[in-house]
């Protein structure tokens, strides 16, 4: 775990923890300044799960730091960067189907949100999904209608896998849940969605397709798929 963070300073007020689920145990970082008060979620995205020659890794823990740098400079009282099932921790319950084709199953849904309710409980939420991530989140509040959530941002999110899969010729992934199976569900919360358009990995016509509302869409002129936010950075942090 300390190895994975030597690249961005972590805040003195933000403590580490590792949140044992029915599931998979889930590393989080949480600044939690009145446990009274709404609570907003940051969801990282997939990680580092496949190599550069495109097969599966050993270990999922992300190299890049932008949903690590959102979270930790977010200004609201209680923020959490919550980590993917496998990422940041040592697990018995880990294997590479989880961070491949299973990285949206049933299992890594539940632990998601187990670790949610542990946390915040019955606090009124924000969720913030960085690309995979955003499909968590998604999946969390339509399956989950006991947690307060409030709104659900996406950057860079991952929104249709099965639009996402096919427009880059991928294997379907057939062990994962996809939330174009509950779009109806989950267009009734408020939402927004940031769009880098310089992505060329989930593309701005994936979520143009899929949001019911093209005014929640603040598309980001200078944004590829991880870099490029800077200029977005405030106004995601002040959501």
């Known amino acids: 775990m300390l190895c994975a963070c030597k690249s ?16 998979f145990k889930i590393a989080v970082w949480k600044k939690i300044t009145d446990p009274s008060m709404p609570y907003k979620i940051y969801i990282e995205g997939d990680g580092s799960a496949f190599t550069p020659s495109g097969r599966v890794s050993s270990d ?9 740098k959102l979270a930790f400079g977010d200004p609201h009282l209680n923020v959490i960067y919550m980590a ?3 990422q940041y921790v040592q697990d018995r ?3 590479p189907v989880y961070w491949s084709t299973a990285r949206f199953s049933p299992e890594t849904i539940q632990a998601a949100y187990e670790t949610i309710q542990k946390i915040a409980a019955d606090k009124p939420l924000t969720l913030v999904g960085f690309s995979g991530g955003a499909q968590i989140a998604g999946l969390i509040a339509v ?3 006991d947690l307060d959530i409030r709104k659900l941002v996406t950057v860079a999110g991952n929104l249709d896998v099965r639009a996402w899969t096919d ?47 093209p005014q929640t869409l603040k598309k980001i002129k200078s944004a590829s798929h991880t870099r490029g936010w800077e200029s977005a950075f405030q106004q995601i942090q002040a959501e």
């Open 8 to 23: 961005i300073e972590i805040p003195p007020q933000y403590a580490y923890d590792e949140i044992q689920t029915s599931t």
């Open 60 to 68: 999922p823990t992300p190299n890049g730091t932008l949903v690590r």
């Open 84 to 86: 993917r099932a496998c």
């Open 93 to 95: 319950a880990c294997k």
């Open 143 to 145: 399956k989950y209608p």
């Open 167 to 213: 427009h880059h010729k991928l294997p379907p992934l057939d062990l994962s849940d996809d939330l174009r199976n509950y779009a109806a569900a989950y267009a009734r919360f408020p939402q927004v969605h940031y769009i880098g358009l310089k992505d060329d990995n989930i593309v701005a016509s994936i979520s143009e397709n899929f949001v019911a509302n």
